[in-house]
């Protein structure tokens, strides 16, 4: 079954402009962690913020902040002040217990347009 | 510099002859992951190892080998490989406290593999 879901398969914002890239995920671990990646189209993964399950706050990290409803299980991305060099390809990710595999379920991904 | 380094970054070969693409990683990760990541299927996991000598088969498996001998590289090989094992192939490393912690997965530059 999928865990992680974005349903934005692509996404346009006007450079300055705030954006929010969509996440919502499934698990019945109660600890549990989502992640967001950037993939520019250079092709490397980079991370970029972390929210923990049990975590009271959401998580900033400079111009990136996760909105984290739990009840609904969304930990959605937004951007603010979007800049051209944030075109890219975001990832949505969870790691729950699993298991002994600290694997990575990803999202398919939201493909990120800032125009000028 | 910490990091995780991957080596060839392109390959193209023919099917059928043998291949090992590199992963080495200087952070003292005891957590190693390869992943395939394929147009429209986000990245899915390979294999995994969560120590020297441990490894164990993610979601694909199927046409590739891992080995584990020491702490810091971890290689991916493919015996015979076919045309449907074209694709992206990234190697990530991280540590193991707490699998919903955040332990983030550091992934290295990726292995465009393409095979004829």
């Known amino acids: 079954a999928q865990k992680i879901t974005q349903t934005q398969p692509g996404m346009f914002v006007q450079e300055k402009e705030a954006v ?9 671990d109660p600890s549990y962690g989502l992640f967001w990646y950037k993939q ?46 944030d075109s890219a390809m975001y990832f949505c990710a969870m790691r729950d217990s699993g298991g002994s595999n600290y694997k990575l379920t990803f999202g398919k991904g939201t493909l ?4 000028p | 510099e910490a990091q995780v380094t991957q080596n060839p970054r392109y ?39 969560m120590n020297v000598e441990v490894t164990d088969k993610g979601d694909v498996p199927e046409g590739y080998k891992v080995s584990r001998k020491e702490k810091r590289n971890f290689p991916l090989i493919l ?12 190697c990530a490393s ?4 707490l699998a919903g912690g955040p ?12 095979v004829l």
Request: some cysteine; hydrophobic content about 25%.
């Open chain 2, 94 to 97: 991280s540590l193991t406290r």
């Open chain 2, 79 to 90: 015996e015979s490989p076919s045309p449907n094992q074209t694709s992206l192939y990234f």
């Open chain 1, 112 to 115: 990120l347009t800032v125009n």
């Open chain 1, 40 to 85: 520019p189209s250079s092709g490397e993964m980079i991370f970029l913020i972390y929210q923990g399950s049990y975590d009271q706050q959401n998580a900033t990290e400079g111009r990136y902040s996760l909105n984290f409803q739990k009840a609904r299980k969304s930990a959605n991305l937004v951007i603010s002040a979007s800049q051209l060099g």
């Open chain 1, 20 to 28: 929010t890239l969509d996440c919502t995920y499934d698990t019945s």
């Open chain 2, 11 to 49: 390959l193209i070969t023919v099917t059928g002859k043998k291949l090992t693409v590199t992963c080495s990683q200087n952070m003292n990760h005891e957590y190693m992951s390869w992943y395939r990541q394929d147009p429209g299927l986000g990245l899915r996991q390979i294999y995994y190892s």
């Open chain 2, 103 to 114: 332990d983030t997965q550091y992934f290295g530059p990726g292995t465009r593999l393409t």
